[in-house]
T-cell receptor
Framework: SQTIHQWPATLVQPVGSPLSLECTVEGTSNPNLYWYRQAAGRGLQLLFYSVGIGQISSEVPQNLSASRPQDRQFILSSKKLLLSDSGFYLC???????????FGSGTRLTVV | KQEVTQIPAALSVPEGENLVLNCSFTDSAIYNLQWFRQDPGKGLTSLLLIQSSQREQTSGRLNASLDKSSGRSTLYIAASQPGDSATYLCAVTLLRVTGGGNKLTFGTGTQLKVEL
């Protein structure tokens, strides 16, 4: 069965520090992978998506970047965090040509 | 640009009541529509997925309908329970564009509270 792992669950980081959030998928090949952010009291915003290794599309200009070094691994990074980067980050996957999304359990990031 | 709206934004009902959550979208050229549940501080759990060719899907006490022409979907919850308390999100995927990644556009959510 397919599973998606996201870690860490919570993270408190000082302003200006780097960030690395990791997401891995099991049980499927060549998935589409996504990073979403949910800020407090706001809806879900798509940050990045990837349709294959090394292929990253950015939806909004921001302080973050994404990478896909392996087929089932998706990483969200920042060199220097801002207060506005605080939020709930969700990774998701879908199979190309099909059939809905599956989300990870999320990472609560607080930048202080 | 696809916009997805959910009404009401919040809803409080007594246990046992049947209820309907509404979702509307502006671009009817959708690939599918998915309903999710989100508990506070948690990720999203998929409830029902309706393909664009389908009219409805059912799972247990949940029934979701889709009317593409009018740009609407409803989520019907029968015999509500306190455990149903959560935020419910609908999301649509536009018709797939090659290399486009089947991006989801989310609604604003309905926060449901079922009281004893």
């Amino acid at each position: 069965s397919q599973t998606i792992h996201q870690w860490p669950a919570t993270l408190v980081q000082p302003v200006g520090s780097p960030l690395s959030l990791e997401c891995t998928v099991e049980g499927t090949s060549n998935p589409n992978l996504y990073w979403y952010r949910q800020a407090a009291g706001r809806g879900l915003q798509l940050l990045f998506y990837s349709v294959g290794i090394g292929q990253i599309s950015s939806e909004v200009p921001q302080n973050l970047s994404a990478s896909r070094p392996q087929d089932r691994q998706f990483i969200l990074s920042s060199k220097k965090l801002l207060l506005s980067d605080s939020g709930f980050y969700l990774c998701a996957w879908s199979v190309q040509g099909s059939y809905g999304y599956t989300f990870g359990s999320g990472t609560r990031l607080t930048v202080v | 640009k696809q916009e997805v709206t959910q009404i009401p934004a919040a809803l409080s009902v007594p246990e046992g009541e049947n209820l309907v959550l509404n979702c509307s979208f502006t671009d009817s050229a959708i690939y599918n529509l998915q309903w999710f549940r989100q508990d506070p501080g948690k990720g999203l759990t998929s409830l029902l997925l309706i393909q664009s060719s389908q009219r409805e899907q059912t799972s247990g006490r949940l029934n979701a309908s889709l009317d593409k022409s009018s740009g609407r979907s409803t989520l019907y919850i029968a015999a509500s329970q306190p455990g149903d308390s959560a935020t419910y999100l609908c999301a649509v995927t536009l018709l797939r564009v090659t290399g486009g990644g089947n991006k989801l556009t989310f609604g604003t959510g309905t926060q449901l509270k079922v009281e004893l």
